[in-house]
């Protein structure tokens, strides 16, 4: 069985607090993503890498930064987080080619207070 | 205009109701096109994917693609309790990145 999974299911933090997400994918997928998904506004892609040690911004890298250090893990990283980072930060992983069909991990839903 | 536009509901109809799902979008480029169930507390899972123009069946699900008009459906037959989630659809290119682009979701709630 396919298996994305996350560090954390749930995160409370402060303001100002330096925070890494966690995710490891164990389909030797060459490409992983972090989206965040807010009500109303959906899947947003954050950072994908498509190969280790490279990555790519997506459409709202503000804030964070991502780093891939192996093959199956990718970290996301939120240097300074502020309250308006609060949101559900899910994982995905895809297999060059069909980067469309995408596996995701359960979420980890991170509070900044 | 959002490139994918998607009612968020919540649809909610009863036990054993046939359902209906839409997406519509602006980018003729899309060509690949897909659906994901997120139930709550979960990522999502891909439930269909289908290239270009026709329908796609797989038990009580069928998708459809017009690409003449730029809309999606996904049709449920026989609805269960079960069905009850978030449901995504998605699309993508066949040039460049082959990265999906969201719609944000419909809820579906099925009710004994």
């Known amino acids: 069985d396919v298996k994305v999974t996350q560090s954390s299911r749930y995160l409370v933090k402060r303001t100002g607090e330096k925070v890494f997400l966690e995710c490891v994918q164990d389909?030797?997928?060459?490409?992983m993503f972090w989206y965040r998904q807010d009500p109303g506004l959906g899947l947003r892609l954050i950072y994908f890498s498509y190969d280790v040690k490279m990555k790519e911004k997506g459409d709202i890298p503000e804030g964070y930064s991502v780093s891939r250090e192996k093959k199956e893990r990718f970290s996301l990283i939120l240097e300074s987080a502020s309250t308006n980072q609060t949101s559900m930060y899910l994982c995905?992983?895809?297999?060059?080619?069909?980067?469309?069909?995408?596996?995701f991990g359960p979420g980890t839903r991170l509070t900044v207070l | 205009q959002k490139e994918v536009e998607q009612d968020p509901g919540p649809l909610s109809v009863p036990e054993g109701a046939i359902v209906s799902l839409n997406c519509t979008y602006s980018?003729?480029?899309?060509?690949?096109f897909m659906w994901y169930r997120q139930y709550s507390r979960k990522g999502p899972e891909l439930l269909m994917y289908?290239?270009?123009?026709g329908n796609k069946e797989d038990g009580r699900f069928t998708a459809q693609v017009d690409k003449s008009s730029k809309y999606i459906s996904l049709f449920i037959r026989d609805s269960q309790p079960s069905d009850s989630a978030t449901y995504l659809c998605a699309m993508s290119s066949s040039g460049g990145s082959y990265i999906p682009t969201f719609g944000r979701g419909t809820s579906l709630i099925v009710h004994p």
């Open positions: 995905a992983s895809a297999r060059t080619g069909v980067l469309n069909s995408q596996y």
């Open positions: 289908t290239y270009s123009s």
């Open positions: 389909m030797d997928h060459e490409n």
């Open positions: 980018n003729s480029a899309f060509q690949y």
